[in-house]
């Protein structure tokens, strides 16, 4: 047998090349101008491409029937995507407006956990024209639950339902133009547990049909267009379509931090993002009051993906962080160890991405930023502000991955 003796042989090879033909376009997109020359931006831009490679085919054919959902690990410690938090999982169940489904798991006690159903994907983003993010982004949210709306056994399990008839808990609504759940679940502390979660369609008694040529051709398009977005859009479209939200222009600055929108709302949260720069010897301290509520530091790099989180301190919540005595949370963002307890390890790149997410909560408080070189913290900071030894650090580098090992990855 040869090339050429199937029906479909010609198809599936010019759709094979075209998607080839995009992965090679997409490439060329780690020397755009957004990304700085230094060889650590080059090599983690093509990094940020080949982790999605990874997963391109998982979204654009091995769980896209909503006939036969899975609920998909979008971002991982292996994997960054969407302006990841390094705090959160994500994860992502594609369904249809028309059938009904069963979410079964347990509850576990990761501090936030939102599900989403999200609708129909347009072209341009309501109200403004602007187009929208690439695929698998862009769709609207139409329902949510909070993990504390969810309903439990006295074990903590609980049964889900996704479309069907009206329920009176643990019920999400669908529309014709829903098309998949958006899952997250935020943790403050390390020992805190994830849920597990399993969905299935109701009704689904026969097994899933093999993939056909057209559906093998369908998932080549799909797959060429979503390594082609992720390179395209990543920072370009936040810093063009966000309204001032996120601004390189405004380096080492945060604009004020917004009201979330209706679509925020259901996700619970609001968020600030800062474009950062930094030389080898300087850094940024970032300081806010937080109050009582739960909120999120998470250090990006230029495509605005979570820097390496499972071995390098670049997130911080309430219970991990440490406050001065004037109420105030003071980051550092700088290159090298400077023996304070809140350091955010820049990881050797000269710019990236800060965002802090304020969960549960339509708005925050002010973020401070200032810039001075790393040798004079001492000096600058509080004399109150916690430090940390080497062996402070190390405690805090086995507990870092030792909890996201059992959060993330379920080790």
């Known amino acids: 047998m040869a090339f050429g003796d199937g029906t479909d042989d010609e198809a599936l090879r010019a759709g094979w090349e075209q998607f080839c033909d995009r992965l090679r376009a997409a490439g060329d997109q780690v020397f755009k101008d957004h990304n700085p020359s230094l060889d650590l931006h080059r090599a983690d831009a093509f990094r940020f491409l080949t982790q999605n490679l990874g997963q391109a085919f998982d979204l654009a054919l091995e769980t896209r029937d909503p006939r036969y959902p899975h609920i998909h ?52 983003q309501s109200g403004t024209g602007w187009p929208s993010l690439h695929e698998p982004f862009g769709d609207v949210p139409e329902a949510n639950l909070f993990g504390h709306q ?24 669908t529309t014709p133009g ?43 398009d799909w797959a060429g267009e979503f390594v082609t977005g992720l390179m395209r859009d990543w920072p370009d479209h936040p810093y063009l379509y966000s309204g001032g939200a996120v601004d390189p222009a405004s380096m080492n600055r945060f604009p004020p931090l917004p009201s979330s929108d209706a679509g925020d709302g259901k996700r619970g949260r609001a968020v600030a993002n800062m474009v950062w720069a930094l030389a080898p010897d300087e850094a940024l301290v970032v300081s806010f009051k937080p109050g009582d509520g739960f909120w999120m530091a998470s250090l990006g790099g230029v495509f605005m993906n979570s820097l390496d989180y499972l071995y390098r301190p670049v997130s911080y919540t309430p219970s991990r962080a440490r406050t001065d005595s004037d109420g105030h949370v003071r980051l550092i963002l700088c290159a090298e160890d400077p023996g304070f307890h809140n350091w955010m390890d820049t990881s050797g790149f000269e710019q990236g991405n800060l965002a802090i ?24 900071l509080p004399a109150d502000s916690a430090r940390a030894t080497p062996e402070a650090r190390h405690v805090q580098f086995i507990e870092r991955f030792r909890g996201i090992q059992r959060q993330r990855l379920g080790l």
């Open 178 to 220: 829903s098309r998949k759940l958006f899952i997250r679940q935020g943790f403050d502390r390390w020992d805190e547990t994830h849920w597990t979660l399993r969905i299935e369609r109701i009704g689904m008694v026969e097994p899933r049909p093999m993939p056909t040529p057209a559906e093998m051709i369908g998932a080549f």
């Open 73 to 124: 690990a979008f971002c991982t410690p292996f994997r960054k995507l969407g302006a990841d938090a390094a705090d959160f999982t994500y994860q992502q169940a594609w369904i249809d407006g028309e059938s009904a489904y069963r979410i079964t798991g347990a509850k576990g006690t990761a501090r936030f956990f939102n599900i989403t159903v999200q609708g129909p994907r347009p072209e341009t």
């Open 357 to 380: 997410r304020m969960l549960m909560s339509a708005s925050g408080p002010a973020i401070e930023t200032r810039l001075v070189k790393r040798a004079d913290l001492s000096d600058l």
């Open 150 to 173: 969810i309903e439990t056994a006295p074990d903590g399990s609980f049964e889900l339902f996704v479309g069907g008839p009206e329920r009176a808990c643990n019920w999400l609504p």
